[in-house]
């Protein structure tokens, strides 16, 4: 596996270039030197056993993390990426009364998508989606009453 010289600047990749260099002070304060331009920075948060930092350069505010080998492995594999959940039901949280359906059947739900509205205790709470899935049949109405627990939407 070869080595990465890359880092992640505030969540992107940049690959770092000659002619940068940096100056410290003490453990805390350092001066930044690129392209002929200064720039005064200080480490707000070091937690470099995790390669990453948290500094601020001119009173802007960085998130740092130098990608090692882990890392590569870690996305090589693809588990890197954010598991969703494969939604089965959806389920009253609390009784109410439904107010507005947002989806039809055959519709493919993503998540964090409004679902529908239920009125409870003279508030208007509207379900979203926690994971994905494809409305199979919605079994209540607008207007209708429901209990907590009720299944309200199934998916398929």
């Known amino acids: 596996m070869q080595k990465s010289g890359n880092w992640l600047f505030d969540g992107k990749e940049i690959q770092t ?7 410290w002070y003490d453990h805390q304060f350092f001066l930044l030197m690129h392209n002929g331009k200064k720039y005064h920075g200080e480490i707000i948060k070091n937690d470099s056993e995790n390669n990453h ?4 350069i001119n009173q802007r505010i960085f998130e740092v993390k130098r990608k090692g080998e882990l890392d590569e492995l870690i996305t090589s594999l693809g588990l ?77």
């Open 80 to 156: 890197d990426k954010q598991k969703v959940k494969k939604l089965k039901e959806l389920q009253a949280p609390m009784p109410g009364r439904v107010l507005k359906i947002f989806v039809k059947k055959g519709d493919e739900i993503q998540l964090g998508e409004n679902v529908l509205s239920l009125e409870a205790m003279k508030m208007e709470n509207v379900l979203k989606a926690e994971g994905v899935g494809v409305v199979g049949a919605i079994l209540i109405s607008e207007g209708d009453v429901v209990d907590k627990g009720t299944v309200l939407i199934e998916f398929i």
């Open 53 to 56: 930092l948290t500094i601020k």
């Open 17 to 23: 270039k000659e002619g940068t260099f940096v100056k």
